[in-house]
């Protein structure tokens, strides 16, 4: 089945523990991103991935890193969690093939910061 | 600045009626469009797209969406709504790769369809 894989789907840290979201997808789709869905705000595109070892910053990349050693997987990474990055993440991947391909979406993760 | 705008957080429509949710964009350039649903504690599903052609695009669960360049809208219909139509709708913009070489997407801030029975 094709699917968007986000691990873990639920977490509850304290603030300042260095913390990793792992993304990984089974399409071989080149490009990958990462959202982070707040009430009343909509998503907002956190980064996002072209191809193996090229990431560019989306539009809240601030306390975020990511990295993109292979094609399938897309982990974000929080080095020193705070309180305002809690949020509902999401990762997406799609084929870079002609007519902009849609997005496939993960279900999400929850992450509280206390 | 590329901009998605939709001015309603909720809509609520009668099972059987027609239902429209609505959607504005700015942009330089063309506009590359995408309709996407949420349903509870899931991730986003596509329902339809415009990138060029018909004004009138049709997508996934009898959906369908209408572009309207003079008044830069992008509305996402149905005939006759169901309740398992009841959702978070989201419309989104892609940034013209080939113009600018990037992946950005620009989502707007969503509306709740319920649909009552």
């Known amino acids: 089945e094709a699917q968007v894989t986000q691990n873990p789907r639920y977490l509850i840290t304290v603030t300042g523990k260095k913390l990793t979201v792992t993304c990984s997808q089974n399409?071989?789709?080149?490009?990958m991103s990462w959202y982070r869905q707040d009430p009343g705000l909509g998503l907002r595109q956190i980064y996002y991935?072209?191809?193996?070892?090229?990431?560019d910053k989306g539009d809240v990349p601030e306390g975020y890193k990511v990295s993109r050693k292979e094609k399938r997987n897309f982990p974000l990474i929080l080095e020193s969690p705070s309180p305002n990055q809690t949020s509902l993440y999401f990762c997406?991947?799609?084929?870079?093939?002609?007519?902009?391909?849609?997005?496939?979406f993960g279900d999400g993760t929850r992450l509280s910061i206390l | 600045a590329q901009s998605v705008a939709q001015p309603e957080d909720q809509v609520n429509v009668a099972e059987g009626n027609p239902l429209t949710v609505k959607c504005t964009y700015s942009?330089?350039?063309?506009?590359?469009l995408f309709w996407y649903v949420q349903y509870p504690n899931r991730g986003l599903q596509f329902l339809l797209k415009?990138?060029?052609?018909?004004?009138l695009v049709k997508g996934s669960y009898g959906f369908e969406a209408e572009f309207n360049k003079s008044q830069t809208s992008f509305h996402l219909k149905k005939p006759s709504a169901l309740v398992s139509d009841s959702a978070l709708y989201f419309c989104?913009?892609?940034?013209?790769?080939?113009?600018?070489?990037?992946?950005?997407?620009?989502f707007g801030t969503g509306t709740r369809l319920k649909v009552l029975a």
């Open positions: 399409m071989n789709h080149e490009y």
């Open positions: 997406a991947s799609s084929s870079a093939g002609t007519g902009f391909q849609p997005q496939h």
């Open positions: 942009v330089s350039g063309n506009p590359y």
């Open positions: 989104a913009v892609r940034e013209n790769s080939f113009t600018s070489g990037t992946y950005k997407y620009i």
């Open positions: 991935s072209m191809n193996v070892e090229v990431t």
């Open positions: 415009y990138i060029t052609g018909d004004n």
